[in-house]
């Protein structure tokens, strides 16, 4: 079954470091892939995504993500994390692009240290 | 304006009582979801509608019966409460059927005691 993987449950880093969130995802053709932001107590919010042509994407608040077939994988990164940053962060993956259906992967909260 | 309202934020009820949450969207989208997030944070889509016709219904319980009135609004009743079924349900929109990126609402803490 198609399946989203982020190994990371917990990450901390200090304020100013560089980031980087993983996402491994089981599928046999190339998906559509998104990573999502959930700040306490809000909604998810789209960060950037991934449909095709070149396959590192830039997202929104300086996030940017590499698509890596080789590896199945969609890792998230920032350069200088901000403590505005600490929030849950979901990849997700849509198996066409006319589905509506996205699989999630179980989130990586990330914890920012002044 | 908010793009995408649920209410209750938060809701807390027994065992057996019926309940509903309401959503509405305001950016004109075609297609609205009902999507469950458990405690352990897992996202599962539980109905899509579009246009006011159910497009996906996940193997939910019967128990769960979503109405969307118009394409604005989809709100989704619960009969029967079960403890199991304690989890932050969340809304969202997309523009059009199968256009993938999701506006979320802020979601509904559903507590059953």
């Known amino acids: 079954a198609q399946s989203v993987t982020q190994p990371d449950i917990h990450i901390t880093v200090s304020e100013g470091a560089s980031l980087e969130l993983r996402c491994n995802y089981s599928?046999?053709?190339?998906?559509?892939l998104f990573w999502y932001v959930q700040s306490p107590g809000q909604g998810l919010q789209l960060l950037l995504k991934y449909f095709s042509g070149d396959t590192l994407v830039q997202g929104i608040k300086g996030f940017e993500a590499e698509f890596e077939r080789s590896q199945s994988s969609f890792n998230l990164r920032k350069p200088s994390v901000h403590w505005s940053d600490a929030a849950e962060y979901f990849c997700a993956v849509a198996l066409s692009y006319n589905t509506d259906k996205l699989i999630f992967g179980t989130g990586t909260r990330l914890q920012v240290f002044p | 304006d908010t793009a995408v309202s649920q209410t209750p934020k938060y809701l807390v009820t027994q065992m057996g009582n019926d309940k509903s949450i309401k959503c509405e969207q305001n950016?004109?989208?075609?297609?609205m979801y009902w999507y469950k997030q458990d405690s352990k944070k897992f996202l599962k889509i539980m109905f899509s509608y579009n246009n006011k016709e159910l497009i996906i219904n996940e193997t939910v319980p019967n128990r769960f019966s979503p109405k969307s009135p118009d394409k604005a609004h989809l709100n989704l009743h619960i009969n029967s409460l079960e403890l199991g079924d304690s989890a932050v349900y969340f809304c969202a929109s997309s523009q059009a059927a199968g256009a993938n990126v999701l506006t979320f609402g802020a979601g509904s803490r559903l507590t059953v005691l």
């Open positions: 599928y046999g053709a190339t998906p559509y």
């Open positions: 950016l004109g989208h075609d297609t």
